[in-house]
DNA sequence: TATTGTTATACTCTATAACTATA
DNA sequence: TATAGTTATAGAGTATAACAATA
């Protein structure tokens, strides 16, 4: 799916590399915002809140999100004794293990996308993507 | 979603820009894939088998745009006389005046995404995604 | 036998709306 | 009344498998 509108080339690549880690993260049952959330949580505990608007996603998907972690005994959540409407949310020792699959998981994908780019240009392309 | 890591800032910005691409389509009532089916249309008369490559998507994602474009009465499809397996697939006239309002849709977003980029920016994204 | 396209179906991702419980 | 979280449900988008027509 080429093209030679700029739009559409980040698109293309965002939508690929998307796909790329969602395979990557596959061998380990968890899906791509699965993933994110393990890594959000990896700094400190979180109301769902949080977790929304960090992901960017409706309530009930962090929910689905939280349910899978769970039962997976990858993370926990309990009432926060300050408002006991809001959830605490925490990493378990096996849900850190996991996310250090994932980061390694990760990395391997850096590797092979970012292969044929000198040090100079992945800094050039952090610093434009952050413009966009 | 926030991070450090280039890979998820690609993923991320990706999403980002499919999302508001498609949000500037809804308008049109096409989907993304449909919009770039019809930009490559507008290239001349394709196989069925030339979109499924270009899109990068399953055949059976193919007919149900075609389906959708024909309804529309913005492409047509026939049986190829040399090979009568094959369709060959066309614009129509209207098909060609939809192409032309997604294509001044794009040029919206684009300047929209890329306003805070000077020209030597977008320029070195575009060769440092093509690398990617 | 292999290729082109089609159909039926199912899976993933995500949002909307109505709800409960707390504040 | 407003907020945090939950449930049920529906709609995109996409792939898989079995198929018909043609080569």
């Given at each position: 799916m080429d093209t030679d509108r700029l739009v559409l080339l980040l698109a293309q690549h965002g939508m690929g590399t998307t796909a790329r880690i969602r395979q990557a993260f596959g061998a380990t049952g968890l899906s791509f915002k699965t993933g994110m959330t393990l890594m959000y949580l990896a700094e400190g505990p979180a109301s769902q809140q949080s977790l929304i608007e960090r992901l960017g996603v409706d309530p009930s998907v962090v929910v689905a999100i939280l349910n899978e972690l769970e039962r997976d005994t990858l993370a926990t959540r309990r009432r926060?004794?300050?408002?006991?409407?809001?959830h605490i949310v925490e990493l378990t020792e096996a849900g850190t293990a996991a996310l250090a699959t994932m980061e390694k998981l990760l990395s391997e994908v850096d590797r092979e996308l970012f292969a044929d780019l000198s040090e100079a240009e992945t800094a050039e392309l952090r610093t434009i993507l952050g413009k966009v």
């Open positions: 926060d004794p300050a408002d006991r409407r809001r």
